[in-house]
Structure formats: structure tokens, C-alpha cells
């Protein structure tokens, strides 16, 4: 039986094959890049002639690092699960 602890510390950061450290560097640099394209996009509200396209080109490269993460975590709950055999 999953442990609350585990359930919310520890299983997740498995499933992208790293440890609670690790994975808190990487989300927090998640966060920090989303705190940069909210910036870009407040000022491009209050100027629109600057930067026109600094806040999506930041969020699109940051869903293509994701998209990554996420194919990752699923293929490793699915080999958990035992779906996945590994010697295909």
C-alpha cells in the first residue's frame, strides 16, 4: 500500500525517473520560465509593439520539453503496470 508520503513526494518523480531533488530543480525551473513569459506577456499588453512573440515562443518550447516528460512518465507506469515488456 501506497504511503500518503510516497503518494506525494516520491511517486511521481519515479515515474520521470528522478528523485524528489531532482525533480524539484526541474519543475522549479518550469515555474520560473512561466514567471519570465508572463512577464513578456504583461509587457507586450501594455506596449504590443514589444515583444510580439517572446511568451509563446517560450510556452511552445516549454510544451515540447514536456511532452517529453509526460511520454516518459506514462511508459513508466505502464512497464509498473507490467504492459510493457521489456525485452520488445
Not at 528522478?18 to 499588453?45: D, K, N, Q, T
Not at 512518465?73 to 521489456?86: K, N, S, V
Amino acid at each position: 500500500m501506497t504511503t500518503p508520503f510516497h503518494r506525494l513526494f516520491l511517486n511521481h518523480p519515479r515515474e520521470v525517473e528522478e528523485s524528489y531533488l531532482e525533480h524539484l530543480g526541474a519543475a522549479s525551473s518550469f515555474g520560473f520560465r512561466l514567471l519570465g513569459a508572463a512577464g513578456f506577456a504583461f509587457l507586450h499588453a501594455l506596449v504590443p509593439g514589444v515583444a510580439k512573440t517572446a511568451a509563446s515562443d517560450r510556452i511552445k518550447d516549454m510544451a515540447d520539453e514536456l511532452t517529453g516528460r509526460a511520454r516518459m512518465a506514462r511508459e513508466t507506469r505502464m512497464r509498473e503496470a507490467g504492459a510493457i515488456d521489456p525485452g520488445l
